[in-house]
């Protein structure tokens, strides 16, 4: 468990083809019935060519039919159907020189972790920042990761914004993203960073529009979204 409404789950894929990060797979159940629904999670963890093992964070959904029991029922041992990965565009290549920008919202920050974990694996140079919007403390995924990377590693800054409850002794009151944090923590766009956003849309849809406000290139700002949950 993540946090008490998210939890990761391994899997071990025969012949898996690797992914990169940002990329995602669709989950398919199938009832005994023959009824199935398929739901698409992005993947957190990093393929090193060397193994199959693909790791997915999923958050509950309320009255989520598949999130619901891939959080609560899916036992160690059980097949499910995974196809992918898929996608091409929201993703992150160590070949990219610019500085990245990482705007997260909720368990957005899911395919942004491997991101920040594939860099980590290639010992990247390019300077990483992370904005990762949670509504509490207690709902921020990998917390313990992200505090012990930014500790090891100087290329690596991360900002949290609390939309609900903020820790004991924040210098902030809760409050939603807005301009003047993009502004502070993210980086210049005279930078040319590559953005990367992912959240529920109203979120993507906001930080977005800050970014090109700012001066970003909408052409160096890539989004993800999506719907059911914050």
Same mark, same amino acid.
């Given at each position: 468990?993540?946090?008490?409404?998210? /939890?990761?789950?391994?899997?071990?894929?025969?012949?898996?083809?690797?992914?990169?990060?940002?990329?995602?797979?669709?989950?398919?159940?199938?009832?005994?019935?023959?009824?199935?629904?398929?739901?698409?999670?992005?993947?957190?963890?990093? @393929?090193?060519?060397?193994?199959?093992?693909?790791?997915?964070?999923?958050?509950?959904?309320? $009255?989520? !039919?598949?999130?619901? %029991?891939?959080?609560?029922?899916?036992?160690?041992?059980?097949?499910? !159907?995974?196809?992918?990965?898929?996608?091409? @565009?929201?993703?992150?290549?160590?070949?990219?020189?610019?500085?990245?920008?990482?705007?997260?919202?909720?368990?957005?920050?899911?395919?942004?972790?491997?991101?920040?974990?594939?860099?980590?694996?290639?010992?990247?140079?390019?300077?990483?920042?992370?904005?990762?919007?949670?509504?509490?403390?207690? $709902?921020?995924?990998?917390?313990? !990761?992200?505090?012990?990377?930014? /500790?090891?590693?100087?290329?690596? $800054?991360?900002?949290?914004?609390?939309?609900?409850?903020?820790?004991?002794? @924040?210098? !902030?009151?809760?409050?939603?993203?807005?301009?003047?944090?993009?502004?502070? %923590?993210? @980086?210049?766009? $005279?930078?040319?960073?590559?953005?990367?956003?992912?959240?529920?849309?109203?979120?993507?849809?906001?930080?977005?529009?800050?970014?090109?406000?700012?001066?970003?290139?909408?052409?160096?700002?890539?989004?993800?979204?999506?719907?059911?949950?914050?």
């Amino acid at each position: 468990m993540e946090t008490p409404t998210a /939890r990761t789950l391994v899997f071990e894929i025969p012949d898996w083809p690797g992914h990169l990060p940002g990329q995602h797979v669709d989950v398919r159940l199938t009832a005994p019935d023959g009824y199935s629904t398929q739901r698409s999670y992005s993947i957190a963890s990093v @393929w090193t060519g060397e193994s199959g093992t693909v790791e997915l964070t999923i958050q509950r959904v309320p $009255d989520g !039919e598949v999130s619901t %029991y891939l959080t609560d029922t899916l036992a160690v041992g059980d097949a499910i !159907e995974l196809r992918g990965p898929v996608g091409g @565009w929201f993703v992150w290549r160590q070949a990219q020189p610019a500085p990245v920008l990482l705007l997260a919202g909720g368990s957005g920050v899911v395919p942004l972790m491997a991101m920040i974990r594939a860099r980590g694996v290639v010992r990247g140079k390019q300077p990483f920042r992370l904005i990762y919007s949670v509504r509490t403390p207690g $709902d921020a995924c990998y917390a313990g !990761e992200l505090a012990r990377r930014v /500790r090891d590693d100087p290329g690596l $800054d991360v900002r949290y914004v609390y939309t609900r409850q903020a820790p004991d002794g @924040w210098p !902030e009151p809760p409050k939603r993203l807005g301009v003047a944090t993009v502004n502070t %923590y993210g @980086w210049p766009p $005279d930078f040319g960073p590559d953005c990367f956003v992912c959240g529920p849309t109203s979120f993507v849809e906001t930080a977005a529009d800050i970014l090109v406000a700012l001066g970003h290139q909408p052409g160096k700002i890539r989004t993800e979204r999506f719907g059911g949950t914050s």
